[in-house]
């Protein structure tokens, strides 16, 4: 984006913002002062203590890890016992972490020991005079089957693809600073899906998980990442699933890890996918229809049109960058920059890129993806790729941090 629309961007927003800052100023008042746990035999109860009576919703997932996620207004951390924002858990908790989910928005999530299910949530006044707000969760001990039922993004209201995309799509998204870049690897299918099956009976699903761990033991040796995986054993996460782990990460870059497979059998190389255009004007009509005709609406359109074009500039030039350093590693698909409509590339802040190795219906490919050897080269090029991306990336990433301003929860 040229310095001359940001300017504008800018302008429009002072315009604005002394009408929109009455609207978010109560949220820096709120703050998070404690986080409790009562434990029954197979029930946990949760308490979070907040300075003001506040609204919230808690709901499961299940991945990577069971989790039990606390979303909540934008609030300050102060605890002062835990200055980290991260805790240790009890009964069904193991361990907790506070943190800005978007510039509206905070998140509390707990790391479960053993599938639960929600099986109550209110708020509380205070006990005394001048004392703490409370928001009770209390859980209870499951089986796994029943957990991954109940478990899912906002499960009462994401009943379909367009409204999961429109609760996504939320202004702003900026990573927050930090030492090392979080990257999301996201290994394709797995469980009761593997995926393509290939000429020798390779299954797309676990040459997709052995590349990924591949490129997290290369990624994490160079000190300058945080790798998190979408799963890291045979499971299936559901796309929504896959998304979160990006999302509650506020991750910097995600990457979707497959095998492709063709009828024809000459078909080999790899090939890298970004969104398309229909993806990208699903997620921004359905944005729009969510939005009331106000003059808040009107800014936060704005705000949606700048992360779909920052985030499918930035997917783009690092699909580009991969391609030049898979190519010293093997054959690439003609064309090999396609652009699908694919789920896990839809989320609209996050750049995000989808790799296609190689074809598990081609002899040579499927022996490559089945190798140890050449799958350590293959991610050799991207580790370089994504390298080369944030080097010449340099400070763009915090361009819409510049223009955006904080716009209250909808």
Not at 13 to 28: D, E, K, V, W
Not at 115 to 121: D, G, L, R, Y
Not at 129 to 134: C, I, K, V
């Amino acid at each position: 984006m040229c310095d001359g629309v940001v300017m504008r961007v800018q302008q429009l927003f002072l315009a604005l913002s002394a009408g929109l800052a009455l609207c978010g100023a109560g949220l820096a008042d709120q703050e998070v002062r404690d986080v409790r746990f009562g434990v029954e035999v197979a029930t946990t109860r949760v308490v979070i203590e907040m300075s003001e009576a506040t609204e919230f919703r808690a709901f499961t997932l299940d991945g990577l890890s069971d989790r039990l996620v606390v979303d909540l207004p934008q609030a300050r951390w102060s605890v002062a016992s835990l200055v980290s924002g991260e805790g240790v858990g009890h009964g069904l908790v193991d361990a907790f972490r506070f943190f800005d989910n978007s510039m509206t928005s905070s998140r509390v999530v707990f790391e479960l020991e053993h599938p639960a299910v929600i099986v109550n949530q209110f708020a509380l006044d205070p006990a005394t005079p001048g004392g703490n707000h409370r928001l009770v969760i209390d859980v209870e001990r499951t089986s796994a089957d029943s957990f991954q039922t109940a478990s899912g993004f906002n499960h009462t209201r994401a009943d379909s693809l367009d409204s999961l995309i429109a609760e996504r799509v939320e202004a702003v998204y900026v990573p927050p600073q930090r030492d090392r870049r979080v990257i999301v690897i996201d290994p394709g299918h797995g469980g009761r899906d593997p995926g393509s099956i290939g000429r020798s009976g390779t299954h797309e699903s676990q040459v997709n998980l052995e590349a990924a761990r591949e490129l997290r033991r290369q990624l994490e040796a160079t000190g300058r990442y945080e790798v998190l995986m979408t799963r890291d054993r045979d499971i299936y996460p559901s796309w929504e699933e896959r998304v979160g782990v990006m999302e509650d990460a506020r991750a910097d870059l995600f990457l979707s890890i497959h095998a492709d497979s063709s009828s024809n059998a000459d078909v080999r190389g790899a090939a890298v996918y970004t969104l398309n255009d229909r993806a990208e004007n699903r997620a921004r009509a359905r944005a729009r229809e969510d939005s009331s005709h106000t003059q808040q609406a009107d800014v936060n359109n704005i705000l949606v049109e700048l992360e779909l074009r920052e985030k499918r500039n930035q997917s783009s030039a690092f699909a580009e960058v991969l391609l030049e350093h898979l190519d010293d590693a093997g054959p690439l698909l003609a064309n090999p920059h396609r652009q699908a409509n694919l789920f896990v590339l839809l989320d609209p802040r996050v750049p995000a890129v989808l790799l296609e190795m190689g074809f598990v219906t081609n002899r040579t490919d499927e022996s490559n993806l089945n190798s140890a050897s050449a799958r350590r080269r293959q991610m050799e090029a991207v580790t370089r790729g994504i390298d080369s991306y944030f080097a010449r990336r340099g400070d763009d990433g915090e361009l819409l941090e510049q223009t955006a301003i904080a716009l209250p929860a909808r």
